[in-house]
Each structure stands twice: as structure tokens, then as C-alpha cells.
């Protein structure tokens, strides 16, 4: 698998919840395009004193998606993409 860094702001267009209710991002646009997950997969929390943040790993089918939430739900940012090739 080949790992591209990203580290970018995008924008989570859709969420999705499973069956403890937690979130997760369901569709996201990057560079004028549109991704749709179909598979959310490992979610790790992040505590830093009272703040908690977490990264999400997401595929499309095609390739994998790491994301970076602040746990705010708006700012969101694309830290990888590793191609399944």
C-alpha cells in the first residue's frame, strides 16, 4: 500500500452513525471532488488534558482515508490516503 501525506482542511459533507450511535464521516469533498466511505473503520480517541480529539481511518472501496477531528465536529482534516494497488 502506498501512503500519500496530506495534513488538509475538508469539508465532511454527510455522517453517519453505527450501532452504539457514535458518528462518523460519511462523504467528504477534497480539491473539488467527492468521496463516499463505505466502511468506517479503526476510530482512536485522543485526550490532551481536557480536550479530546480522534483519528478515523475510512475507505472508499479504492483507497483508504485517515481523518483528524478536533472533536468539534466542523474542522476536520485529511492526514493520509493509502492506495489499495
Known sequence: MKKI???EQVVVTAM????NLAAYPRRMEYK???YNF??????CLIRKG?????????????SDY??????HGANWTLLSI????
Not at 453517519?16 to 450501532?19: A, L, Y
Not at 481536557?50 to 479504492?62: C, H, K, M, P, R
Not at 493509502?82 to 494497488?85: Q, R
Open 5 to 7: 501525506q496530506i495534513n
Open 16 to 19: 453517519g452513525f453505527r450501532k
Open 32 to 34: 473539488g471532488q467527492t
Open 38 to 43: 463505505i466502511d468506517a473503520g479503526l476510530r
Open 50 to 62: 481536557s480536550q479530546i480529539a480522534e483519528i478515523i481511518t475510512l475507505s472508499d472501496g479504492e
Open 66 to 71: 485517515r481523518l483528524y477531528s478536533d472533536n
Open 82 to 85: 493509502g492506495l489499495i494497488a
